[in-house]
């Protein structure tokens, strides 16, 4: 009786609501709000790829795109010859990514795995955090411990190798996205439902042979793609390797030399090396749009690659 009494008492409530407008006016309200929070991030990205596409378009007036992505130099401060062929900043980018995947890739998926197969809930609990303050360490400060701590050391073993260099930044950069494939491959092992361990498990298999074939297979997709949005956040770092990796274009594959990727570049530019509507400051939307196709790519792999591979249960 008590219960229906309370009912009673709530659907009278709503009813005298509704009849002053109030639910319905805030119904009405609440939706276009969160339409207009949701709006926000969609017009900001369409600004900035119109912004890059127009002051784009204003540069290949001036420098044709044949010699833009064919031409092997980037001299575009010179004033007697200027050259403006963005494949040295592509390979320096190339280099600098390569170099950063091969230290982080290994070293996020044994720490995810150890996370999520072996570690204790107590060493979990104390390494998250460990973690999660090293991704959220500014990358300049990565910039500075790349100059004056990594070089020196790999100076000591290799002497060959010079102060700006391509190896010291690409291990730094690796260090910087290892929290994020750890982050992303974690959670995503974490999602496999604990029957199909406990299946694997039954049938005779390994602590080891479980996690590398049923767990790891099982969260391919979230691993996957936890790697490729690594990739594509190291291809667009910039404070790292504008301190660490020189400010050198060079078309060379030599790790051991000063480098410039595009990130490095627009910061050079950026800082007022450059006037306003010279053709040196629009080189610097064409690199930043050129820059923009590489990360959409990663992200649409990373994607499909989700989409491909995953494993519904």
Do not use: C, H
Not at 155 to 180: C, D, H, K, Q, T
């Amino acid at each position: 009786m008590k219960t229906n009494d309370g009912q009673n008492q709530v659907q009278s409530l709503l009813e005298k609501k509704y009849q002053n407008g109030f639910l319905s006016r805030g119904e009405k309200v609440i939706p276009v709000l969160l339409f207009l929070m949701a709006a926000v991030s969609v017009v900001t990205t369409i600004g900035i790829v119109l912004t890059l596409i127009v002051e784009t378009f204003t540069f290949f007036k001036q420098i044709s795109i044949a010699e833009f992505l064919t031409k092997k130099d980037w001299y575009p401060f010179s004033k007697t010859d200027a050259s403006y062929g963005v494949l040295p900043l592509l390979v320096g980018t190339l280099k600098i990514t390569l170099i950063a995947s091969i230290t982080a890739v290994p070293i996020g998926l044994a720490v995810a795995i150890y996370l999520s197969e072996y570690a204790s809930e107590r060493v979990r609990k104390l390494m998250k955090p460990i973690l999660e303050v090293l991704a959220g360490v500014p990358t300049i400060v990565y910039g500075f411990f790349a100059l004056t701590f990594v070089t020196p050391l790999l100076r000591a073993i290799f002497p060959s190798l010079e102060m700006f260099n391509a190896v010291s930044p690409g291990i730094v950069v690796g260090m910087m996205i290892i929290p994020m494939i750890v982050s992303l491959s974690e959670d995503a092992l974490s999602s496999v439902p604990d029957s199909v361990r406990q299946g694997a498990l039954a049938l005779g298999a390994t602590k080891w042979e479980m996690t590398w074939r049923v767990a790891f297979p099982a969260a391919l997709s979230g691993i996957m793609a936890s790697i490729v949005l690594a990739i594509s956040r190291a291809i667009g770092e910039t404070m790292i390797v504008s301190i660490a990796g020189g400010s050198t274009p060079t078309a060379s594959l030599d790790l051991t030399t000063s480098l410039q990727t595009m990130t490095s570049y627009i910061v050079q530019v950026s800082t007022g090396d450059a006037g306003f509507g010279t053709t040196i400051y629009y080189s610097i939307y064409a690199v930043g749009f050129t820059l923009f196709l590489f990360t959409l790519a990663m992200n649409m792999l990373a994607q499909r690659i989700s989409r491909r591979f995953r494993e519904e249960y």
